[in-house]
């Protein structure tokens, strides 16, 4: 795998991806049929959430980081949401969820609460941030002293 990503390919990627799965609850389909691959798809945007995480939350210096951070909660959001559509109750997958899916779908809804919590704290806008100063009050007596 490549070392640097391309966070607003890869976003668009997953977000496609998510409609795809959006776009199956709205169509007449046997649901049964899609219950399996829909939970891998689910599982492999989730994963993809995280490693995207992960690399956004240990590089502070990224380019452009508020928009980065903005891309991903909004596809993190669409996560949450397209998670619970497929848990609802009048979800199509519904009547056919298995226990060992639900335990997936509350897996799913953990993960991107914990993600979306960790981005919103790691991207204070600069404007809200408390800045230290770089020269303390004692070091800048002293220097107007000239001491």
Request: net charge negative; glycine share 2%.
């Amino acid at each position: 795998m490549n070392k640097r990503i391309n966070f607003e390919d890869t976003i668009f990627i997953l977000n496609v991806r998510i409609r795809m799965i959006r776009d199956l609850l709205q169509l007449d389909t046997d649901t049964g049929l899609f219950l399996h691959q829909t939970m891998k798809d689910l599982e492999f945007i989730n994963s993809m959430l995280d490693m995207l995480s992960e690399k956004f939350l240990t590089n502070i210096k990224f380019m452009d980081r508020e928009t980065e951070a903005d891309n991903l909660s909004d596809a993190e959001w669409q996560f949450s949401q397209i998670v619970n559509e497929v848990s609802n109750s009048s979800s199509p997958f519904s009547p056919v969820l298995l226990s060992e899916s639900q335990v997936w779908i509350d897996k799913f809804k953990k993960d991107s609460a914990k993600r979306q919590k960790q981005i919103e704290e790691a991207n204070i806008p600069i404007g809200q941030a408390v800045k230290e100063p770089l020269v303390s009050n004692a070091e800048l007596n002293g220097l107007l002293s000239g001491e």
